[in-house]
Nanobody
């Protein structure tokens, strides 16, 4: 099983980034996929998730209206479009997968599969 996150970088406040998560080794369209982030000294935060078919999405209040999650089941990919970025969005971003929506909404229980992180840094 592999989840490969990419697309992070350094951006100015107000800018945009698009994160990608490439999945392999499991039946992708049976799983909820989500994004978490963790800033230095802070707890890991679940920020967005998308149902296996892509019809349902969930966003944390901290990113609602600015971030958009999508998935391409044919290509085993999930994307996180991040707009109007703020310095508070600076964190390592991780994608994760689990059959259960609850795991991706609040991380309880922890998702079955995790990717490595990609750093997002937003300068003021």
């Amino acid at each position: 099983v592999q989840l490969q996150a990419s697309g992070g970088g350094l951006v100015q406040a107000g800018g945009s980034l698009r994160l990608s998560c490439a999945a392999s080794g499991f039946t992708f369209d049976d799983y909820v996929i989500g994004w978490f982030r963790q800033a230095p000294g802070k707890e890991r935060e679940a920020i967005s998730s998308i149902s296996p078919g892509g019809s349902r999405t969930h966003y944390a209040d901290s990113v609602k209206g600015r971030f958009t999650i999508s998935r391409d089941n044919a290509g085993n990919m999930v994307y996180l479009e991040m707009n109007s970025l703020k310095p508070d969005d600076t964190a390592v971003y991780y994608c994760a997968a689990d059959p259960s929506l609850s795991s991706l909404i609040d991380g309880t229980p922890p998702p079955s599969y995790w990717g490595q992180g990609t750093q997002v840094t937003v300068s003021s």
